[in-house]
Every structure is written in structure tokens, then in C-alpha cells.
């Protein structure tokens, strides 16, 4: 069975810094795809990076990057210079090479960015 | 661009009342999910489907009923709703069952029973 585990139930950042969101996962499947979502208060969920288990490299999308630490199963992501508008829920998440597709989540962590 | 749409936005429901909660998808996407989210808690599997008049249980299915009649809707249905039920609602949908591929999400439904 696939598991996620998010440790930091809420962080604060200032503005312009940079902040680490921790993720670890556990699972015995050799491919996997780990993922990271947004929840803003409005409630939807928004999709912000993918890091699948052969990529070599960390992904990266703009101000977010994942970095991903196969050996230690860990899918942190990073956020670089916050601003306001990242005050939000994040969600790790992932899949794995079973018939169908479903993504199994996190609890989440609650990030507030200060002025 | 519509993505996956959810109505209604929130509902107030009394215990043992029935309900359907409207999905639908623009993208034709084959596959199509149900999640509960409970407060301070991740996401849970309900339903799910792999296409048109094929649906599956997840992790969570008690309470609840799908069907699948088209590629771009997907009707969850609790038939005697119960206060466990109480939870925010959302459906998504995939374009394949490649692991690189995202789920779209709708904009979830609030959903109380009292």
C-alpha cells in the first residue's frame, strides 16, 4: 500500500523567502509519480509540479521545485521568494503503476506568508 | 476554458435525504474520480471510473452510488445521508492512466447533514 506522510501541519514564511514543505512517502512499487497541490481558501485544488521516480533531475515550474530524494523517499517542495498569494493548504500526493489511477494524498500542510 | 465542474457549490441536507452531486468534464477525459475531504484531513478515494458505463469502488465507498452513462458526466449519489458524510466534495478527472498525468479537480462541493 502507498502512503504520504506530511509532518508540518502548518508553516509561516515572510515574504520573498524561500520555504521547504516536507513530504515523505512510502511504497513498494518500483514506478511511482509523486505530485504537489495547492488548496487556497477557495477550496479548489490546483495542480503545481510532478516528479516521476526514473527522472533524474528535480522538477521544477517556476518559483516551485520539487526536491526529490529517492533513497530517502522524500518529495519536498520548495517555494522561492513567497508571496502573499502562496498562503494556501499544500498537498503531497502520488500514484503508482496499478491498472487504474488514483492519487492517494497527504494530510497537508497550511502555509502563511507575512508582509 | 469550463474544466471539471461541480454543482451544487453547498448543500445543507437532513439526516436520511438524498442527494445527487453533478459532475461534469469538457476535457473528454476517460477517467473520473470522486474524493471526500474531511476537515484537516487529505483526500479519500470514493469512486472511480475508467470510462463510459465502467465504475469502481475506492477507499471509501459506503453511502454512496456512481453511474457513468457518458464520457463527460459523473453523478455521485448518497441515497440516506447520514452526519458522517459531512465533508467537502470533489471530483476530477485524468486524461490517461499514464503515472505522469494530473488529475483536474473541481471547485468542490460543501456538503452538511444535520
Known amino acids: 500500500a502507498q502512503k504520504i506522510t506530511q509532518t508540518q501541519p502548518g508553516m509561516f514564511v515572510q515574504e520573498k523567502e524561500a520555504v521547504t514543505l516536507d513530504c515523505t512517502y512510502d511504497?513498494?512499487?518500483?514506478?511511482?509519480?509523486l505530485f504537489w497541490y495547492k488548496q487556497p481558501s477557495s477550496g479548489e485544488m490546483i495542480f503545481l509540479i510532478y516528479q516521476g521516480s526514473y527522472d533524474e533531475q528535480n522538477a521544477t515550474e517556476g518559483r516551485y521545485s520539487l526536491n526529490f530524494q529517492k533513497a530517502r523517499k522524500s518529495a519536498n517542495l520548495v517555494i522561492s521568494a513567497s508571496q502573499l498569494g502562496d498562503s494556501a493548504m499544500y498537498f503531497c500526493a502520488m500514484r503508482g503503476p496499478t491498472g487504474f489511477q488514483k492519487l492517494v494524498f497527504g494530510t497537508g500542510t497550511r502555509l502563511l506568508v507575512s508582509p | 476554458n469550463a474544466g471539471v465542474t461541480q454543482t451544487p457549490k453547498f448543500r445543507i441536507l437532513k439526516i436520511g435525504q438524498s442527494m445527487t452531486l453533478q459532475c461534469t468534464q469538457d476535457?473528454?477525459?476517460?477517467?473520473m474520480y470522486w474524493y471526500r475531504q474531511d476537515p484537516g484531513m487529505g483526500l479519500k478515494l470514493i469512486y472511480y471510473?475508467?470510462?463510459?458505463?465502467?465504475?469502481d469502488k475506492g477507499e471509501v465507498p459506503n453511502g454512496y452510488n456512481v453511474s457513468r452513462s457518458t464520457t463527460e458526466d459523473f453523478p455521485l449519489r448518497l441515497e440516506l445521508a447520514a452526519p458522517s458524510q459531512t465533508s467537502v466534495y470533489f471530483c476530477?478527472?485524468?486524461?490517461?492512466?499514464?503515472?505522469?498525468?494530473?488529475?483536474?479537480f473541481g471547485q468542490g462541493t460543501r456538503l452538511t447533514v444535520v
Open positions: 511504497t513498494s512499487d518500483q514506478s511511482y509519480g
Open positions: 476535457m473528454n477525459h476517460n477517467y
Open positions: 471510473s475508467v470510462g463510459a458505463g465502467i465504475t
Open positions: 476530477a478527472s485524468s486524461y490517461s492512466a499514464d503515472m505522469n498525468t494530473e488529475a483536474f
